[in-house]
């Protein structure tokens, strides 16, 4: 991938397939074959055209937030947020919504997606002295909501950054948060990584491994298996590095598909 501000950018390779036989979870009605770029544009003041809002607390269980789930009108195949400016092209990606934050790192969602308003932060917590402490804190937020517990999200996919300037050393840092994210009612589920895949977002390079969660405590929402994606590169003008993470979650009736998580994937664009 290589986009320019004001160009759309070139495609990167399709991602190697996975061999998880899981069937759907329904974020999307067709399948995108094709996707092109997603273009950015980097606002000459830096100012935010889209108002921040009151960040909701990050979740005690993955993935959910503890306030309501962001408002579908906030989807849009533009997105405007902390002096950059994403699209996608509805030619090529119908009903698919931009999102990004002050990273500048940008990506898109399938239409059964939500986008969060500009400034909307959720995550992953966990119980300690203090009451709740924060696991991992992402912006530029996307979810699906789940249909057995609409206050919960099953999918849920963000930015966030990483002091390590080293993306492998960062990636290795981001892996030790998954099994704290899927520990519930103090049960620590198993957690297999994928061979680590590196790969290119315009001209940074960028490492990825995809986690299989299971065994995960499952309640009345959410069954007991998970993926977790961890994609790491570098950013122009950001110090150390920028993590882009996905989270599917297995509800009481939906499993996930995780081809979702290479077709969002795909979709990464640097603003250089």
Not at 22 to 42: D, K, N
Not at 201 to 208: E, K, L, M
């Amino acid at each position: 991938m290589d986009p320019r501000n004001e160009n759309q950018g070139n495609r990167p390779g399709q991602p190697r397939g996975n061999s998880w036989l899981w069937i759907s979870l329904v974020i999307a009605a067709v399948i995108i074959v094709v996707l092109s770029a997603v273009v950015i544009t980097q606002l000459k003041d830096g100012g935010t055209e889209t108002s921040a809002t009151t960040s909701p607390r990050p979740s005690t269980s993955a993935p959910q937030s503890t306030g309501a789930q962001p408002a579908p009108t906030n989807a849009s195949p533009s997105m405007t947020c902390e002096g950059f400016t994403a699209n996608v092209d509805p030619n090529s990606q119908p009903g698919w919504h931009a999102t990004i934050n002050h990273f500048g790192l940008a990506y898109a969602v399938p239409p059964d997606w939500t986008v969060a308003a500009c400034g909307v932060r959720m995550g992953w917590a966990k119980p300690c002295p203090e009451g709740q402490c924060v696991i991992r804190e992402i912006g530029a937020v996307a979810t699906v909501a789940n249909p057995s517990c609409p206050k919960q999200n099953l999918a849920m996919a963000g930015v966030t950054g990483s002091k390590n300037p080293d993306i492998r050393a960062a990636l290795d840092e981001e892996t030790k948060t998954v099994s704290l994210i899927y520990t519930q009612n103090n049960q620590a589920p198993k957690v297999e990584f994928a061979p680590v895949r590196e790969f290119t977002i315009g001209t940074h390079p960028a490492v990825q491994t995809v986690a299989t969660v299971t065994d995960i405590a499952a309640d009345a929402c959410n069954g007991s298996r998970a993926f977790h994606s961890m994609v790491v590169t570098t950013v122009p003008n950001v110090e150390g590095s920028v993590a882009f993470l996905i989270s599917l979650r297995e509800g009481v009736n939906v499993s996930p598909k995780p081809n979702v998580i290479n077709t969002i994937v795909e979709t990464l664009r640097s603003p250089a």
